[in-house]
């Protein structure tokens, strides 16, 4: 049976500035879904990060289908409605267009699909990060596909020895989708050259070399290519799925220990490290930390299975622990040097009009 895996995710509104989003919106979300899905949909999931609400279909219309990309508009536009009843803060934020075009890509809510051959057992994982940008699961991805200390599978498995490709997106070209195509491990030097630059090269999709199946789908959605100014961080999802020719669950999760440092934080304007945290969380210090979570599925027969908290697991306490001493301490550094991004990512926001009133005053000593 061939299914597909879409989710969508937006901001259109939160608590207390950018904390969470309050239930009744959440509730207006499913409702909605509910009342208007006509059949189209073999099953959906609905849950938040931070303030972000990300939607999960399970469902046979395609990548790309502009009757589930409605159908989500839809709802996040339902939902806006009662933001702003209540007030909350950013209300139908990322929704930087005024009518549906057929696509929600480059309409503002962030994007993950895939379609496969469902296999008799198909265990997937669904990644929504919140505070970052979609270079945030670079390493995680390198790690967990390309490096045998994370994936003892790509030494132990004869499903992953021809190892996988990389699709790699150039965010900085607006005119269209920029991609190269780059294999593991020949080209793993190429692969690694690419994705140090987290805020231009993004990880689009990845595929096993064996089957040519899919394993990975990534959203690479930048708000500031839209909108041309600073309109929060990007705040991306990503399916992986699991087992087999593809990385176990274990090994996909072994890099997010690291707890990398990432674009994001405070005003999108940081770097930070990338906190793993529980289902349903909220963001806090310094609008921060930058937080992913992570839900385990299966999906047989379209019908997705009640989800697992991958990082619900004590010994994730412990990574918390030290990603929330890592933060503190990039956080003592204020706005100086590696702790604020640079002014190319800075750029979208006030500090632009700062700096040209500043260049004014310059004098040239002769």
């Known amino acids: 049976m061939k299914t597909t895996l879409s989710v969508i995710k937006a901001d259109i509104g939160s608590i207390g500035g950018h904390?969470?989003?309050?239930?009744?919106?959440?509730?207006?979300?499913?409702?909605?879904?509910?009342?208007?899905?006509?059949?189209?949909?073999?099953?959906?999931?609905?849950?938040?990060?931070?303030?972000?609400?990300?939607?999960?279909?399970?469902?046979?219309?395609?990548v790309g289908s502009d009757k589930i990309h409605k159908l989500a508009w839809d709802a996040f536009l339902a939902g806006t409605e009662i933001a702003k009843e209540q007030g909350l803060y950013g209300a139908g934020q990322d929704l930087l267009k005024d009518a549906f075009s057929g696509n929600v890509k480059g309409m503002g809510p962030a994007v993950a699909e895939m379609e496969f051959e469902e296999r008799p057992n198909e265990p997937f994982l669904l990644f929504c990060a919140d505070k970052t940008d979609p270079g945030a699961y670079n390493l995680p991805l390198y790690l967990g596909f390309a490096d045998p200390m994370h994936n003892s599978g790509l030494m132990l498995s004869p499903s992953m020895s021809k190892g996988f490709k990389f699709t790699i997106m150039d965010v900085a070209h607006i005119e269209g989708d920029k991609t190269i195509e780059l294999n593991a491990p020949e080209e793993i030097y190429d692969i690694a050259a690419l994705l140090r630059d987290n805020e231009r090269f993004v990880i689009e999709s990845i595929h096993s070399r064996e089957t040519g199946d899919i394993a990975t789908s990534v959203s690479t959605t930048r708000l500031h290519n839209i909108a041309g100014k600073y309109t929060g961080k990007d705040d991306p999802v990503m399916l992986v799925r699991v087992q087999g020719a593809f990385p176990a669950t274990g090994e996909v999760l072994s890099p997010f220990s690291i707890g990398h440092y990432v674009a994001g934080f405070m005003r999108g304007s940081h770097i930070g490290p990338l906190m793993p945290v529980v289902k349903n969380s909220s963001v806090s210090y310094f609008d921060g930390p930058p937080v992913v979570s992570c839900l385990a599925f299966c999906v047989h027969q379209g019908k997705l299975t009640t989800p697992a908290d991958a990082f619900e697991h004590p010994y994730w306490d412990w990574v918390r622990s030290r990603v929330a001493e890592k933060a503190t301490e990039i956080r003592a550094q204020g706005f100086f040097g590696a702790a604020m991004l640079p002014y190319s990512e800075l750029e979208?926001?006030?500090?632009?009009?700062?700096?040209?009133?500043?260049e004014k005053k310059f004098t040239v000593k002769k």
């Open 19 to 62: 904390l969470k989003p309050s239930e009744r919106l959440i509730d207006r979300v499913r409702e909605f879904l509910n009342d208007n899905q006509d059949g189209m949909v073999n099953d959906l999931y609905i849950g938040h990060t931070g303030d972000d609400i990300a939607i999960l279909f399970s469902h046979q219309q395609g």
């Open 348 to 358: 979208y926001g006030g500090i632009v009009a700062k700096m040209n009133k500043l």
